[in-house]
């Protein structure tokens, strides 16, 4: 939930023109306290998973975490793109 919360959130920031720098600071405020339930999904791997197999489980979680940078940094690039053709 809380990844399609922050991804909707971003996309309000990218792609609404005009926004007061009051409202920005709130939606930065939200993405903050949004994106911070992600740690959460590394104590869950840890509860649920046998002792013997905690490290590798945590290790997955974080390289599925890690590679999203790989798949999001050259969507913003491109929706930063298509934000200025417009404006």
Known sequence: IGAFLATFNILII????????SF????????GFITSSQII???KVAEINLTEI???ATSVISFCAISGYAIFQPLFGILTH????YS
Request: overall charge neutral.
């Open 14 to 21: 990218i792609l609404q023109p005009e926004l007061s720098f």
């Open 24 to 31: 920005l600071l709130f939606l930065f405020f939200l993405l």
């Open 41 to 43: 999904s590394y104590a």
């Open 54 to 56: 905690t490290a590798s």
């Open 82 to 85: 298509l934000k200025q053709s």
